[in-house]
């Protein structure tokens, strides 16, 4: 079983920072593609940015300049750092990886259960 764990949401002023952690546990043979998506009310699932294994990063227009993904592969965990909140960006962020289970020959997406951000103006 694959596990994905969502941590630092909260509530932050418009013009203020979070940094969101993703923790990947379980049966993993390799993670290649782990990202961030988040999800207004009422809206669609978006996507927020990427990153491969190799580090190639891949970013919303809407958070580009603001927003920064990173990871530690020795610790299967990928980093969002939001800077210059806007309220927005208020949503609940999920974390997605694309993971290889048992032997490697399997992979899928797995998701996070998501944190919530709250941006006020």
């Known amino acids: 079983q694959v596990q994905l764990v969502e941590s630092g949401g909260g509530l932050v002023q418009a013009g203020g920072s979070l940094r969101l952690s993703c923790a990947a546990s379980g049966s993993i043979f390799s993670i290649n593609v782990m990202g961030w998506y988040r999800q207004a009310p009422g809206k669609q699932r978006e996507l927020v940015t990427t990153?491969?294994?190799?580090?190639?990063?891949n970013y919303a227009d809407s958070v580009k300049g603001r927003f920064t993904i990173s990871r530690d592969n020795a610790k299967n965990t990928v980093y969002l750092q939001m800077n210059s909140l806007k309220p927005e960006d208020t949503a609940v962020y999920y974390c997605g990886a694309t993971i290889a289970v048992g032997d490697g020959y399997n992979s899928r997406r797995y998701w996070g259960q998501g944190t919530q951000v709250t941006v006020s103006s």
């Open positions: 990153i491969t294994d190799g580090g190639s990063t």
